[in-house]
């Protein structure tokens, strides 16, 4: 029986030992962690014939080398192990990639970007199922691949894959070729892991090169910079109007509505949605709509269902949540927000003065313009988790003075209240700018954290 060694004891990690168990392989799955509930998890699939090695790194010998290594998005794909494996031949892909050819039969809509990935993915997934069809959003978001693979078989047959993928998933996954793929927007981030730029812009690339239709973010101003010499034949969006597109077809907004302009000249652009519609705030979020609406018209739905989808979608949980109003103050959670773009866009889509409340583990990247957003919008910050001390001295720089470093979560949101009361603030924004893993499993442990501070006050 052939061996294969599945790398991460994660959601994707174990539903790719048991798809690669139903595909007939003996499977052994490794973490390098050990903890009780990971205990928990090697005790279940062990009835399941599946091998679990816990607190351990993968070493390759000839004697026992696998046939396949699976590797957990979250697995750099340069570790020595791996590279090792590459060297000697063993077929080495990601969680994704094994998604991929069980599931390639079905078409596959996918976004990939730096922000704005989960709503959009999220928008698709919601006017697709008004649509009427199977369309499990998958990936980054939702399932993970591979349990929609291990699920394909049963109940209803899939109509269509929504799958949200990031670089480190398109990095670990060479075939996978969508009959549509998005790209929201480009801006440096993962640098630690991708080293440069171009490197990082490359491997989104390769994704978008390999879907058979194309739809990009035109009001980015690097896919815009890009896309005038090299992405000839795709579908641009813009929120500024038709004058802003870069090609001749793409999807556009005027006087209120979402309209889709065509190549072909006989054809008079046509008004598909009411931007009113999204209860969503922000310009980012009438870019995410476009898109949306823009995979959906290229998968044939009609207008109505768009128009119904979107009306009933409520948004996305730790994306700009409205958690709750206390005393005339808004606490919202913003806890998807890991970089600094995105967390610019978070202060810039709420009602000012705000009391910001950022910090976590510091990632790469230029962070000037979410400084110069925080001088113009913020009347107070409050500083968490491991980047306190160096956001605190770059606050300080720029010659920002009112911010506070309050370490947890716990603290932030007790201050929050009182400053928001002595600096008339409306909203108190939880927007990090940083990953969590300092002091949280993921940003959605983060999120839940505030949610349940703020619900307690």
Not at 111 to 136: D, H, Q, R, V, W
Not at 256 to 280: N, Y
Request: hydrophobic share 40%; net charge negative.
């Amino acid at each position: 029986m052939p061996i294969a060694h599945v790398i991460g004891l994660g959601k994707s990690g174990i539903a790719a030992a048991r798809l690669l168990k139903r595909e007939g392989w003996e499977v052994v799955l490794s973490d390098r962690n050990t903890s009780n509930s990971l205990l928990k998890q090697q005790q279940e699939l062990a009835t399941e014939q599946i091998t679990v090695k816990l607190g351990y790194s993968l070493e390759l010998e000839a004697s026992d080398s696998p046939q396949l290594i699976v590797v957990s998005p979250g697995v750099p794909w340069d570790i020595p192990a791996l590279v090792k494996a590459r060297q000697l031949g063993i077929e080495t892909i990601g969680e994704m990639e094994l998604a991929w050819r069980n599931l390639q039969a079905t078409p596959w809509i996918a976004i990939t970007g730096t922000n704005g990935k989960t709503t959009t993915t999220s928008l698709i997934e919601a006017i697709f199922k008004t649509a009427g069809f199977n369309a499990p959003a998958c990936g980054n978001i939702g399932y993970a691949a591979c349990e929609v693979a291990l699920s394909s078989t049963e109940g209803s047959p899939l109509d269509w894959i929504i799958a949200e993928i990031s670089s480190y998933q398109i990095e670990s996954s060479s075939s996978i070729a969508p009959l549509i793929g998005v790209w929201t927007t480009f801006t440096p981030d993962h640098l630690s892991r991708h080293k440069t730029l171009e490197n990082y812009y490359n491997i989104k690339a390769r994704l978008l090169n390999q879907s058979e239709q194309q739809i990009f973010n035109g009001d980015d101003a690097y896919l815009q910079r890009v896309g005038e010499s090299y992405w000839r034949n795709v579908y641009w969006t813009s929120v500024r109007g038709k004058d802003y597109l870069i090609g001749s077809k793409g999807f556009y907004i005027e006087d209120g509505w979402v309209l889709q302009t065509f190549e072909e000249k006989s054809l008079k652009d046509e008004c598909i949605v009411k931007t009113s519609a999204l209860r969503m705030v922000g310009e980012h979020n009438l870019q995410n709509l476009l898109m949306s609406v823009g995979a959906a018209r290229l998968a044939g739905i009609d207008k109505e269902a768009i128009s119904l989808a979107i009306s009933d979608f409520p948004g996305v949980p730790h994306r700009l949540e409205h958690i709750c109003t206390w005393e005339g103050i808004d606490f919202i959670n913003d806890s998807k927000a890991t970089n600094y773009d995105a967390a610019e866009v978070g202060l810039a889509s709420v009602k000012n003065p705000v009391i910001l409340i950022a910090g976590g583990e510091a990632k790469a990247g230029d962070d000037s313009r979410w400084i110069a957003k925080i001088q113009s919008s913020a009347a107070a910050v409050l500083l968490i988790g491991n980047a306190a001390q160096a956001f605190a001295q770059r606050l300080k720089e720029a010659g920002y003075e009112r911010f506070e470093i309050v370490e947890t979560m716990e603290k932030a949101v007790s201050k929050s209240a009182e400053l928001a009361k002595q600096y008339q603030a409306s909203v108190v924004l939880l927007s990090p700018a940083c990953a969590s893993f300092d002091q949280y499993a993921n940003f959605e442990q983060r999120g839940d954290h505030f949610r349940k501070l703020c619900l307690e006050q």
